[in-house]
């Protein structure tokens, strides 16, 4: 059953996946993404039926007793230094005011540390109990949840799913389509590491419209690997003969906004509510044959409530979500979302809120198209009449173009794991930014855009996205031109 009108009830990872994960609202302060703090979370509750099968990236929700925690096999001193850091990162977050919590490290775009390297609690498959960890390839990497694997990671617990006798909770938080972006939605890579080749590049050009545009493409080319995932885990249920009886559940915790000028594209207003709050809700019940629609308003915090009325299982507390099928959820005519200062509640008619996420989705089917990812979705930025055409030069820039990664280019294997379409690099000398251009690849115009500057300040950057499309086997000729009057302007360096 796909629920379309799901949203969350808050906009950052630590408080949006517990508030999952117990279906309370997480409006008391100093809460930790700990059992301790939620006693009542599905893994308490299933615990004593169900074999844990659990991997947490950015959470430890799961008591001990139950799931396997890997950061124990660490070191005890570089285990303290990092739960320490972490956990004094994210108290940070939860009791700073508005203005200092803003200056303070994203928890969601660079947090990669809290709940260990192969995704904080896991534990599976051995026996009926604890058992050993079921996704047998994750290693202790407390650097590593976003910086690296991800796809590793993930591919590993999807492997570890199998039929048992005794009914199992297999349980993943996995963080994509998640910066850093990497991915590609046939499963591969334009990046093989998850560091950038530009420092800020991501972070901190949310001030030129051509670059958010970029960070779009790349977000919704990591959303389509996760759609592909999504694929590989319905195929193993299949394969593994469950599928049939199976309860799947498929959902997010919190949206992202890409406007220009806004620097924390997670932080939710009345401006960006419509892309941040709106999330993906499937649910497949047991024995289910045929899909459905359901157009309640569901909160993130109903989906518990809602697994628990699917399997008959009376909730051991009382919580704040209500069952997606419950007639309270049916007659819920309200949108509303916690700030992130629990200061209070964005609030606004159901209606009202579907009009503005429609009209979200409108704006990005206009700029990227709609259905599967082919050159249109490239089409983006200044001078597109350029694209596809030879780049047949009419003179020279006074600019330069000094690509970052040239070698990338130099032996690209276009059926490979990794494929290099994201195309950066700086630019000197000529009038600063921003300038239009235009990028080649084999002699054939691939991509446009326009030159720019991080909000920090520094050089004059450039980046785009060619399509996979563009290359061939072996040794490729990457060029940068500068735009003028329609006209190609040869750039130094490239």
Aim: hydrophobic share 35%; with cysteine.
């Amino acid at each position: 059953t796909w629920f379309p009108n799901t949203h969350s009830i808050y906009d950052s990872t630590t408080r949006a996946w517990p508030a999952i994960m117990d279906g309370d609202y997480p409006v008391k302060e100093k809460r930790l993404p700990t059992p301790a703090d939620h006693p009542n979370s599905i893994f308490a509750i299933l615990g004593k039926s169900h074999r844990m099968n659990v991997s947490e990236e950015a959470t430890t929700v799961c008591p001990r007793k139950l799931c396997k925690d890997v950061r124990l096999e660490e070191p005890f001193v570089d285990r303290m230094k990092s739960m320490t850091n972490d956990l004094s990162l994210v108290y940070k977050h939860m009791v700073a005011p508005p203005g200092i919590e803003k200056g303070l490290a994203s928890v969601s775009e660079t947090w990669g540390d809290f709940g260990g390297g192969s995704g904080g609690a896991e534990a599976g498959g051995g026996g009926e109990g604890k058992g050993d960890s079921s996704a047998g390839s994750d290693k202790p990497d407390t650097k590593g949840n976003l910086q690296g694997s991800r796809n590793k990671r993930l591919d590993a617990w999807i492997q570890s799913i199998r039929d048992t006798r005794r009914p199992a909770l297999n349980f993943k938080h996995v963080l994509l389509p998640h910066v850093p972006w990497q991915y590609l939605p046939d499963g591969r890579q334009y990046r093989r590491v998850a560091t950038e080749p530009i420092p800020g590049i991501s972070r901190q050009s949310y001030r030129d419209q051509g670059q958010v545009d970029v960070l779009q493409q790349r977000h919704l080319l990591q959303l389509g690997f996760a759609d592909l995932e999504v694929q590989e885990l319905i195929a193993r249920l299949k394969k593994e003969g469950m599928w049939d009886k199976a309860m799947v559940v498929v959902a997010a915790d919190h949206g992202v906004s890409f406007r220009k000028g806004q620097f924390d594209r997670r932080k939710a207003n009345e401006r960006n509510v419509d892309e941040i709050a709106p999330v993906p809700l499937f649910i497949k019940a047991p024995n289910q044959e045929r899909g459905k629609v359901n157009r309640s308003v569901v909160e993130t915090t109903d989906i518990l409530p809602t697994i628990l009325d699917i399997l008959n299982i009376r909730s051991p507390a009382k919580m704040d979500g209500k069952s997606a099928f419950s007639e309270a959820v049916r007659d819920r005519t309200e949108f509303k979302m916690l700030r992130r200062d629990l200061s209070g509640w964005i609030r606004m008619p159901e209606a009202r809120f579907a009009q503005l996420k429609q009209a979200a989705i409108d704006r990005r089917i206009d700029k990227f198209g709609e259905g599967d990812i082919g050159d249109r979705f490239y089409r983006i930025g200044p001078n597109q009449q350029l694209l596809g055409r030879p780049a047949r030069s009419a003179g020279s820039s006074q600019s330069k173009a000094r690509l970052s990664e040239p070698g990338a280019y130099a032996d690209v294997d276009p059926e490979g794991t990794t494929i290099p379409i994201w195309v950066t690099g700086r630019v000197s000398g000529g009038s600063g930014p921003p300038k239009d251009i235009a990028v080649s690849v084999n002699g054939m115009v691939r991509a446009v855009g326009n030159t720019f500057r991080l909000a920090t300040g520094g050089d004059e950057l450039m980046g785009v996205l060619v399509p996979q499309t563009s290359f061939k086997k072996g040794a490729n000729k990457v060029e940068v031109f500068e735009v003028q009057g329609g006209r190609l302007l040869k750039m130094g360096g490239t």
